[in-house]
């Protein structure tokens, strides 16, 4: 049964930092994504990783997959207030008609 | 394009009544699906559809009915509410599996 975990479940930093927020799965997927929520809103999607290696970027968020690893990083390079949010990774469940397992969330709240 | 639009936003029921959560799109994607979101715990599967007339269960399906007459429409219903369906319900589309997921805006629901 996949099982998804991200950590931390909740950061605050500054602007201007870096960091980074791991979601690691239990079995095969083949695929990984990567949500944003902001308070009271609804679900934005951010990236979709396919294989092994992938590497996606999109502004100051970047993610990559390494499938041996059954990890995913999301990195946030010099944050902006505007990034603040709740981010959400979810996985494949190959096993059960693709389902999207989803983890925790991070909560994401960046001072200016 | 109005993509997945749920309707209510809000609703209060007493225990023991019935509803039905709406959920359309228009982008004629083939899967559809319900979720529920508590705090700290992610998104969970409810009921999905991989097309019209075809429907089955997720990872928290009891006290939950769905049905798919068109493409078009996903109703939820709940048959006797509970306190413990106290949650946020997001319906969520996508065209093929593998897709990412567009979500509406979801119902936030309280049973007292």
């Known amino acids: 049964e996949l099982k998804v975990e991200q950590n931390p479940l909740f950061l605050s930093m500054q602007e201007g930092k870096n960091y980074t927020i791991y979601c690691n799965y239990s079995?095969?997927?083949?695929?990984l994504y990567w949500y944003r929520q902001d308070p009271g809103k609804s679900l934005e999607s951010l990236f979709v990783l396919l294989s092994n290696g992938a590497v996606k970027q999109e502004g100051r968020l970047m993610a990559s997959l390494d499938t041996k690893a059954r990890l995913s990083t999301l990195h946030i390079t010099a944050a902006v207030h505007d990034l603040s949010a709740t981010y959400f990774c979810a996985a494949n469940a190959m096993d059960s008609n693709y389902q999207l397992i989803w983890g925790a969330g991070t909560k994401l709240i960046i001072k200016p | 394009n109005a993509g997945v639009t749920q309707t209510p936003k809000f609703q209060v029921l007493k225990t023991g009544q019935s509803m039905t959560l709406q959920c359309a799109q228009d982008m004629n994607h083939e899967y559809m699906s319900w979720y529920r979101q508590d705090p700290g715990m992610g998104l969970r599967l409810i009921h999905y559809s991989v097309g019209a007339g075809i429907t089955d269960q997720g990872e928290v399906p009891n006290g939950y009915n769905v049905s798919r007459s068109t493409t078009e429409d996903f109703p939820l219903r709940l048959l006797s509410a509970a306190p413990s369906q106290t949650s946020v319900y997001f319906c969520?589309?996508?065209?093929?599996?593998?897709?990412?997921?567009?979500f509406g805006n979801g119902t936030r629901l309280t049973v007292t």
């Open positions: 079995t095969t997927s083949d695929r």
């Open positions: 969520a589309s996508r065209p093929r599996l593998g897709s990412p997921l567009h």
